[in-house]
């Protein structure tokens, strides 16, 4: 059986549109995950491509 997840995909994506917005291009895992309030290895796990990341982000900016 698999572990329950703590960190969710969205939750982790909303952490990256915040800090991208706040800090722009030069953001780390670690502060996203600092943000989250998740491990860096959650973050990576999570995100895969970080593409995912900017295009979230994007999204979050122009709503």
């Known amino acids: ?13 909303d ?3 915040r800090v991208v917005l706040a800090r722009g291009q030069h953001t780390t895992v670690a502060e996203i995950a600092g943000e989250a ?3 860096v290895g959650s973050v990576y796990l ?3 491509l970080t593409r995912g990341v900017a295009r979230h ?6 709503a």
């Open 1 to 13: 059986m698999a572990r329950p997840v703590k960190f969710s995909s969205d939750d982790i994506l």
């Open 15 to 17: 952490a990256a549109a």
């Open 37 to 39: 309030g998740a491990p």
């Open 46 to 48: 999570s995100l895969r």
């Open 57 to 62: 982000s994007l999204a979050a900016f122009r």
